[in-house]
């Protein structure tokens, strides 16, 4: 009888008690000749037998239809077939009698119904193997990620340990990442100088070269660092040491928005894409146009906004850059806070603090109780996924949800137990950004900073007739005192918040500290407002708009991946 000796392994086989398809071969000539076996030819195959549609193996079930070989000699019945469809196909060759036998050095077969069944049990082992295989690897994965150790490999600056299989430290490599985090911050850094300088502690490419600016952009962007660990899409807290501080990822998270915006504006139009037509709310748009003066024998660029016209017709002039930054200087500036102020606020900010240490211990718990509820609900998700009443995509998203919301209630938390309350510190640092008006208004600083400013204070920006309306954010709009005349017209687009508050002067003298500190001075009213909205927005899941200024620390969740 002829025989097709099959051979096969592939690449992702790491069991090491497979053979190897060379030593499959001297095996199976050794077995041939100690059992008188002839063999025609010798078929190798490189793929996996989970799924069907292996060519090698349709080559040699085509031989054996043909009557070119009536014998199958492989290593181990997994060899031939580890899914239902190609096991299939052996026994039915095997049935209808084109297949007379098979031999396994491995084990035994004999072409009888007992041999056939206990091959396909033999194969159904395979599936078995196979199944399970996954399953425990799914089943490892998810144990990995509910103890908070990451099943992938390791970013830069740790490393995975085979022995416990947890993630360690690369303390030198960390310690370089941090100063990275540090210098990146700063501002004044581009992506191939943190490159350079990771180059030195030996965070490089395979070639030896610094890592490519898009890997420098995602170790910054990486929440890794900062002990979220990102999996198929779902978030999980690490238990990985962690040395990059929340407030270091999110300066660094805000250069990165910072840098997008910069690079999105190739021809230097500071200004675009900030502002809508106030006549047609169209967008406004920015052109350049370059003049050639023969006197001087050279050429000036002028730069432009006008409105797109993109929704109806609309009859507004377009207004020249130096113009409209003169008008994003001053909307800054009127709403810049005099030091005076920041040092008095400040003060009574001290003293407001210290009243609200009674409340914090009531916050604490309320917070902690809500964390519990949140793990209660997050383990009764996982549940009914395991349980299959759930299915894995509703299962998947609801869980983000539930994350998320952990996550920002354990950002408060931390707050308040590192700075007394969720709203003094936001508060204090928007103080410290409408101090800073005054100077960003002033002629030093580029249209971009001008711009970017611009969007910290206000929320919407209209060109009407060459002139710009803005709606200031929260906060911002109770420092704006506007003249009567035009107080109507922004008083439509501050928000809701700011009505009777407006018009802010110094206090009159110190003595009145034994009033409420509420009623003393409109910021403070504001500044309740907001603690009562977080309280609020605990409760609604709703974000609030809080100033978004350079020391505003925001939600981890809010930033890029
Ligand atoms: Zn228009």
């Known amino acids: ?24 071969i001297a095996e199976l000539k050794e077995y041939a000749k100690r059992e008188h076996l002839e063999i025609t030819e010798f078929i190798e195959e490189e793929k996996t037998a989970k799924i069907p549609g292996r060519e090698k193996f349709a ?3 085509k031989k054996i239809e043909k009557g070119q070989a009536s014998g199958i000699i492989a290593w181990h019945p997994d060899r031939l077939a580890r899914n239902s469809i190609d096991g299939g196909k052996i026994i039915y060759l095997l049935d209808t009698g084109k297949l007379k036998d098979l031999k396994f050095p491995t084990s035994w077969f004999e072409n009888t119904p007992q041999g056939k069944f206990m091959l396909n ?65 700063e501002g004044n850094k581009t992506f191939t100088d943190i490159a350079i300088f990771l180059h030195k502690f030996g965070l490089r490419r395979k070639n030896q070269k610094p890592l490519h600016i898009n890997e420098i952009r995602r170790i910054l962007a990486n929440r890794f660092y900062v002990g979220i660990m990102e999996y198929n899409g779902e978030y999980y807290e690490g238990t990985h040491k962690v040395i990059i501080s929340k407030e270091l990822f999110q300066q660094v998270q805000r250069q990165l928005e910072f840098k997008d915006r ?16 106030g006549e047609c709310g169209a967008t406004i748009t920015a052109e350049s146009h370059k003049k050639f003066y023969k006197g001087t024998n050279r050429t000036v660029e002028y730069v432009y906004y006008r409105c797109t016209k993109k929704i109806k017709p609309c009859n507004q002039p377009y207004i020249s850059e130096p113009e409209l930054e003169q008008q994003f200087r001053k909307a800054i500036n009127n709403v810049a806070l005099s030091e005076t102020w920041a040092n008095d606020w400040c003060k ?3 003293e407001d603090e210290k009243l609200d240490i009674i409340s914090i211990h009531e916050n604490i718990e309320k917070l902690e109780q809500e964390l519990r509820a949140l793990d209660e609900k997050l383990n009764k998700l996982l549940d ?19 994350f998320e919301q952990k996550l920002k209630i354990t950002e408060e938390l931390e707050q308040i137990k590192q700075n007394g309350s969720s709203w003094l510190e936001p508060f204090r640092n928007f103080i410290g950004s409408a101090l800073l008006c005054a100077k960003i208004a002033r002629a030093k600083n580029t249209s971009e900073e001008i711009a970017f400013f611009g969007k910290t204070v206000g929320s919407n920006f209209f060109l009407t007739n060459r002139q710009l309306a803005v709606s200031y954010r929260k906060g911002f709009a109770e420092l704006c005192a506007p ?40 910021a403070f009213a504001k500044a309740s407002v907001v603690r009562r909205h977080r309280l609020c927005r605990r409760h609604a899941g709703r974000p609030v708009e809080v100033p978004r200024v350079g020391v505003e620390p925001t939600s981890l969740l809010g930033t890029r991946s």
């Open 262 to 277: 910069h690079k999105k504006r190739r021809y230097n139009f500071a200004f675009m894409g900030l502002m809508k037509c």
């Open 1 to 24: 009888m002829k025989y097709i000796a099959y051979c096969r392994k592939s690449r992702e086989e790491k069991d090491k008690q497979i053979l190897s398809i060379q030593a499959q």
């Open 483 to 522: 003249p009567p005349a035009q107080s109507q017209s922004r008083l439509n687009f501050a928000d809701s918040l700011s009505v009777g508050v407006r018009g802010i002067g110094p206090p009159a003298s110190r003595s009145q500290t034994e009033r409420s500190t509420d009623e003393l001075h409109p």
């Open 121 to 185: 049990i033999a194969f159904g082992q395979s599936k078995y193997y196979v199944d399970n295989l996954s399953e425990n690897v799914k089943r490892g994965l998810r144990q990995k990620l509910r103890i908070g150790v990451y099943p992938g490999k390791a970013p830069f600056g740790y490393i995975n340990n085979p022995k416990t299989r947890g993630i360690d430290v690369e303390p030198e490599k960390l310690k370089a990442i941090k100063k990275a985090f540090e210098l990146f911050a």
């Open 384 to 402: 009914g996924y395991l349980d299959g009443v759930i299915e894995s995509e509703v299962y998947k998203t609801k869980k983000n949800e539930v």
């Open 348 to 350: 009574w900010l001290e």
């Open 59 to 61: 080559e040699v079930l």
